[in-house]
């Protein structure tokens, strides 16, 4: 029955819509967007030739008035499709149709607005709400890339990950970041990925493009071999290692120029720019707010920036072992994490995350 990825999705969005309307109701409109909103999500077969999705399904439920009560079914509602679904993980937002007809000019909501597809109900809001004009997107959005895809440096590229096929997808993933930021930085940004490396030609060198256009493969056809030559002229040969430190030193590169710019600062290596970030005034106020307004302290958010930043330091060579377990001290005992190991540390609190 999942005999091809259009038949495979079908049955994962009658599964969405069933769970969705099963707690929620019927008066609801649901949106998928991400990468399979934008049909463009990976897919893997198994023995039996039947398909499944590799990425992680990105859920929106819009209802006319939200309750309390509602919210509070998310966490339910989220278990039992990943109980019924084969997939890692499921993002699921919950609001009312009248906060989707103004939205802030932030890379989620472009991508809402420009990829994604309605799955169940008769309200379409993207038929009432303004464009977003991409010039509008501010370099915050960058700094917001940044941190969440630093997961994939603590999360992926380690010895402890052996899924070969996930680790080099989050490689892929991490291009991506480094592509989007370009691309914000310019105010070129778009949604699909073939217009993306159809764009970032413009902005980067032969050599970085040609990581891009692997990405753009690893991402639609997630694959356990790393066939990365094919994309590259002249005798240079990449294996894994050479793969990961090339986008270490791009991520670093790209993201400290446009940071700097944001703060107006100059940021040398990733742990120069963790010690600001973690000194700033932003910061402290959220450290001071976050119980009044979340109920919880600002900690956990803290230390997994933190640890993923020290990571990519020791990745590039700005740090010793030694120092990053040192640095890690507070957040292995925050997270309850025994062995004393960087890369251990970092890797449980990315599963943690």
């Known amino acids: 029955m999942r005999s091809s990825p259009k038949k495979a999705l079908l049955m994962d969005i009658n599964t969405i819509n069933s769970v969705c309307i099963k707690y929620l109701g019927e008066d609801i409109n649901i949106f998928l967007y991400g990468s399979y909103g934008a049909n463009q999500g990976g897919w893997v077969v198994d023995d039996n030739n039947n398909y499944y999705p ?10 006319d008035i939200s309750r309390n009560e509602d919210l509070n079914l998310l966490p339910i509602i989220k278990k039992e ?13 919950f609001t009312n149709h009248s906060k989707m007809e103004s939205l802030k000019p932030t890379v989620e909501n472009f991508d809402i607005i420009n990829a994604s597809k309605q799955i169940f109900g008769n309200y379409d809001f993207r038929q009432h709400v303004n464009q977003i004009n991409k010039k509008n997107i501010t370099l ?12 994939v440096f603590s999360g992926a590229i380690t010895n402890l990950e052996k899924d070969k096929s996930f680790r080099l997808t989050q490689i892929a993933k991490a291009i991506f970041a480094i592509v989007d930021a370009i691309l914000i930085e310019n105010k070129t940004y778009t949604s699909l990925y073939a217009d993306k490396k159809n764009i970032i030609e413009n902005f980067v060198s032969k050599e970085f493009f040609s990581l891009v256009c692997w990405a753009y493969k690893q991402r639609s056809r997630p694959s356990s071999e790393l066939n990365l030559n094919q994309f590259v002229d002249g005798e240079k040969k990449y294996n894994e290692n050479f793969l990961s430190k090339a986008v270490c030193e791009e991520y670093k590169l790209v993201f400290l120029r446009i940071l700097g710019k944001k703060y107006k600062k100059s940021f040398k290596t990733i742990n120069e720019f963790r010690y600001f970030y973690q000194s700033s005034i932003m910061i ?11 109920g919880r302290s600002y900690n956990k958010e803290i230390y997994t920036r933190s640890a993923f930043m020290i990571k990519l330091s020791v990745l590039l060579s700005e740090i010793s072992d030694s120092e990053a377990l040192e640095m890690l001290n507070n957040a292995r005992v925050f997270f309850g994490i025994k062995e004393n190991e960087y890369n251990y540390i970092c890797y449980e609190i990315a599963k943690k995350s």
């Open 284 to 294: 402290k106020i959220k450290r001071l707010i976050y119980p009044i307004v979340k």
């Open 81 to 93: 499709l990943l109980e019924n679904i084969n997939v890692r993980f499921i993002d699921l937002s």
């Open 140 to 151: 915050k959005e960058i700094e917001k890339l940044f941190f969440t895809r630093l997961w």
């Open 54 to 63: 590799y990425n992680d399904y990105d859920i929106l439920v819009l209802k």
